[in-house]
């Protein structure tokens, strides 16, 4: 696996790639690399025939500068995961080379509808963030497809209405949720929990669970949603929030939906979590 640093060789080597007749996919991440990350190169590797990792830990997305800086970066042990992946191409660009002209003067992307409330309502500017610089990697790499993970359910949505609102040649493909054995998903963050807080942390998954197994029994939503927040809340956690939406639009309106998905944020300790889980209804919601 080769690393490159700078957007001139990048594209040097997608074309020589490109050139020799393969296709390129490509899976951007901010690194810090965990099975889940894998699960998506390998995804990628039995799809296309070169393909193109990113590490890039983009400060537009972040509103808060405290989690910005704290953010683990790992270049070295992710470089040995990927490489035992079989990635083909690693870009870790720094902010200069990704933001020359600096970020405040940045062009940027903003998706409307699906970007707004969850996520988007409790770290305002993040998706916005998300979209420019995906769209900013789309560009440089020029992939066929590009691979994401479903446990940030939100994040794919802005992407998917983002590559069809704005013509961009690019297929998404979601990959599963990435689980330790108790259920907990994945994520880079996991890593801020104490060992006290990791034992706790499965409730987020338990609490998504027991919302479906509700919603089944049709159960109103109100009462389901306030006393899962009283559990999540009693289970250690200080939930952000959770709610239950349309899996095909993110709507809130699920009345004749079949296919929900419930997702969640929540803080334990210094992490904040979030989780989803899409589930077919028995019974038509209407
Ligand atoms: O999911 C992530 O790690 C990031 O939001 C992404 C897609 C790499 C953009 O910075």
Excluded: W
């Excluded at 990435?178 to 706790?200: F, M, Q």
């Amino acid at each position: 696996m080769i690393t490159l640093h700078t957007v001139t060789d990048l594209r040097t080597a997608v074309k020589a790639a490109r050139l020799a007749g393969k296709t390129i996919g490509f899976v951007p991440t901010m690194g810090n690399l965990h099975d889940g990350h894998i699960s998506l190169i390998e995804r990628a590797k039995k799809e296309c025939d070169f393909v193109v990792a990113s590490i890039f830990v983009n400060p537009l997305q972040f509103n808060d500068k405290n989690d910005l800086s704290r953010y683990p970066r790992t270049l070295p042990e992710d470089q040995a995961r990927l490489a035992l992946a079989r990635c083909d191409l690693l870009f870790a660009p720094d902010v200069d080379e990704m933001y020359p002209g600096g970020q405040d003067g940045q062009s940027t992307v903003h998706v409307p509808g699906v970007s707004a409330g969850l996520c988007g309502g409790s770290r305002p500017g993040h998706f916005d963030g998300v979209a420019t610089v995906v769209t900013k990697l789309f560009n440089q790499v020029l992939p066929d497809k590009a691979f994401f993970g479903e446990k940030d359910f939100q994040q794919v949505a802005v992407i998917r209405k983002m590559v069809d609102d704005l013509c961009i040649p690019v297929e998404i493909v979601t990959v599963p949720t990435a689980r330790a054995k108790d259920g907990l998903a994945l994520s880079s963050r996991n890593g801020y929990l104490t060992t006290e807080e990791r034992a706790l942390a499965t409730g987020l998954y338990r609490t998504l669970t027991e919302i479906g197994e509700a919603l089944q029994r049709r159960e109103t939503q109100v009462s389901i949603l306030s006393e899962a927040t009283e559990r999540l809340n009693q289970r250690g956690f200080r939930t952000d929030y959770l709610e239950i939406r349309n899996a095909d639009n993110l709507s809130e309106d699920i009345s004749g939906a079949s296919r929900i998905v419930i997702l969640g944020a929540a803080f334990l300790g210094k992490a904040r979590l979030i989780d989803n889980i899409v589930v077919t209804l028995m019974h038509r919601n209407d």
